[in-house]
């Protein structure tokens, strides 16, 4: 059972960076039967995934969603599929399909069935003319598809919570720093991928950002217990901003990152060699004001960089 719900979690698109750690800590609270994984990819091979029940989903496929509520007694999914912002330019169809009209599905079954949703945004809803440290209410004009895929997202959330009443819930996690499983198809992934580079033999890393870009980015275990959190506030108290959040962890450039790496480990060298995606993070903003998140329900982050870089250093030479 899950609190007042009495029913069990869906998650889709599972298998990507925030599932692989969220399943994990959704079943650590609630119980591993309780929480289905799922994914357009067949077969799960992650031990986190591993742990508990896990289905096959497409989530264009709006019968098969209906069909899965139906039959496992669904009440909250946190919906996670969606391509992302380096992908979603190499291809803007796929991008606009997946993040917008699946999205749209999970809204109509919640509808339909009375679920609640944590349907996640991002800082690429910010664009060029976002002041440098991004305020909660500002106006929205991203250059990327997938920034504006988030967009409408958020306006079709809003839309459903004021129009049908649906309990749809969101925030604009930063780029997100995590050891449990790679990343690809974003921009802020420079930021994973050179822990692995680091920790290779060779300890070199060509980072396809150049080293004065700052960006807001943020540990897995804050997004996961900001996630966790949002979700179990009482409804009365979420504003406006409830289908997009700010939280704000860390901000900073990949010169720092290397500098804080170099001291665990002094022998790594970092080359700067920009490439496509330089463009999309010279238009998002350097750091996020999240006061309304503090103030709403109590966010607060827990991980500063000094901390990121020693927790992703030891986890990985321990995984
Ligand atoms: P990810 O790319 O790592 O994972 C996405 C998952 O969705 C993949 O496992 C993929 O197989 C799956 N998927 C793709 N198409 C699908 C479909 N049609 N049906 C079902 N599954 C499908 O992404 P992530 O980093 O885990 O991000 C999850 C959510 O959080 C996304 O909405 C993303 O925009 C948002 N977000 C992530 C970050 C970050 O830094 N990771 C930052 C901001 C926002
Ligand atoms: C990306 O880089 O596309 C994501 C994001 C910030 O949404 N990590």
């Not at 869906?10 to 990507?16: E, I, K, R």
């Amino acid at each position: 059972m899950i609190g007042r719900e009495g029913g069990r979690i869906l998650v889709t698109g599972a298998l990507g960076q925030i599932g692989t750690d969220l399943v994990q800590s959704l079943r650590d609270i609630y119980g591993s039967e309780m929480v289905i994984a799922s994914d357009i990819r067949e077969k799960p091979n992650h031990p986190c995934i591993l742990t508990g029940p896990y289905i096959n989903l497409d989530v264009l496929d709006k019968n098969k969603i209906f069909e899965i509520i139906s039959n496992h007694n669904i009440k909250i999914i946190y919906h996670l599929a969606a391509i992302l912002s380096a992908k979603g330019e190499e291809n803007p169809e796929l991008c606009e399909l997946i993040n917008v009209e699946g999205t749209r599905n999970i809204f109509d079954a919640a509808r339909e069935f009375g679920l609640r949703i944590f349907a996640p945004s991002s800082i690429a809803v910010f664009g060029p003319d976002t002041p440098k440290k991004a305020p909660q209410i500002t106006p929205l004009n991203p250059t990327t598809k997938y920034g504006m895929t988030k967009v409408d997202c958020e306006i079709l959330g809003m839309i459903y919570h004021q129009k049908y009443g649906v309990d749809i819930r969101g925030i604009r996690y930063p780029g997100l720093i995590s050891w449990k499983s790679p990343v690809s198809g974003g921009t802020t992934d420079y930021a994973v991928d050179i822990f692995h580079a680091a920790l290779s033999d060779e300890s070199k890393y060509d980072c396809f950002l150049n080293d004065e870009t700052r960006l807001p980015m943020m540990y897995m275990d804050d997004a996961i217990r900001a996630t966790i959190s949002l979700m179990c506030t009482p409804i009365d108290s979420l504003s406006s901003a409830r289908c997009g959040y700010n939280i704000s962890g860390v901000s900073f450039t990949p010169k720092e990152l290397v500098s804080e790496i170099k001291k665990k480990l002094p022998d790594f060298v970092c080359n700067y060699k920009p490439d496509i995606r330089q463009k999309y993070a010279d238009s998002w903003p350097d750091s996020i004001d999240d006061e309304v998140s503090r103030n709403d329900w109590n966010w607060q982050s827990r991980f500063d960089l000094e901390t990121i870089v020693s927790e992703m250093i030891s986890n990985l030479k321990s995984d």
